[in-house]
C-alpha cells in the first residue's frame, strides 16, 4: 500500500529529481510518511517539486522547502547525513511515521505562504517594528517558522487526532531545546498556543485554521 502511495505521489510530482540514483531507504520512508500531506498540495494545486541532494551539506536538515522560479522545492537531504534522523533517536520507530507527516506539513506550510504572496507579511493590522535588517531577518524567519508548526499541528489534529498529543509533545520538547531563545527557530510563543488541540477552529483548509491562533503568537512574540 505505501509503495502504491509513494509512486502516486511523485507521479503527481513531475519535478522530482532523485540525483540520477534509486531512492535510499531513508528517502523512502520519509516520502512514504509525507505522501499524505503531498498528495493534498498537489489537490489544492501547490507548485512544489521535490529535489534530492546527492550529498547533504553541513547542517542539512533532512527534509526543507525553499523557493526557485516561483515554484517551491522540497528538498532531502539525506545522504551522506549523520544527523538525518536525530531529532528522531528517542521516539520508537512506530511512532515514527506521524511526526515525519507532521514535519512535512510544515513544510508544506511555508509553500502555501509562498503561493499566497505573503511569504514574510505580518497579519493584517500589525505593523513593522524598525529593527536593524539582521534583528528583522530573525524576526520574519521566526513567524513564518511558527506559521509553519501550527499547520503542523492544525494537520496532525485533522488527519490523525488520536495522534495529537503524541506530536505536540514532541513539537514542544523540540522547540524548547532550541539552542537561541528568541532565535529564528524559537517558536514557544506559538507552541504554546496550541497545547489544545481545539484552538484550531474547522476551517477549509489547515492553513486557514492556524492562522487566527498564529496572529495571536506573533502578538504574544512581540
Known sequence: MFKHILSATLFLFPAFASAGAA????EIRWLQAAAPVLAYSQRIKL???IIV???????????AMGFADGRCKLVLS??????????LDQVPQA????????????EVGHCWRYAQGIWH??????????????????LQTRREEGFADLVALAWTRRQHPDNYQQVYAWLATLRSEQSVAG???????????ARDGSVFKSAATPFDEA????????????
Do not use: C, Y
Open 23 to 26: 531512492l535510499t531507504d531513508m
Open 95 to 106: 511512532e515514527r511515521t506521524v511526526l515525519m507527516e507532521a514535519m512535512a506539513a510544515h
Open 211 to 222: 492562522d487566527h491562533t498564529w496572529s495571536a503568537g506573533v502578538r504574544a512574540d512581540e
Open 183 to 193: 532565535g529564528s527557530h524559537d517558536t514557544r510563543a506559538w507552541v504554546r498556543l
Open 47 to 49: 507548485p512544489i517539486d
Open 78 to 87: 539525506m545522504r551522506g547525513n549523520p544527523d538525518a534522523e536525530k531529532v
Open 53 to 63: 541532494q546527492p550529498v547533504a551539506r553541513p547542517n542539512d536538515v533532512p527534509m
Open 121 to 138: 507579511a505580518l497579519p493584517a493590522a500589525f505593523e513593522q517594528a524598525a529593527d536593524a535588517p539582521a534583528q528583522q531577518e530573525v
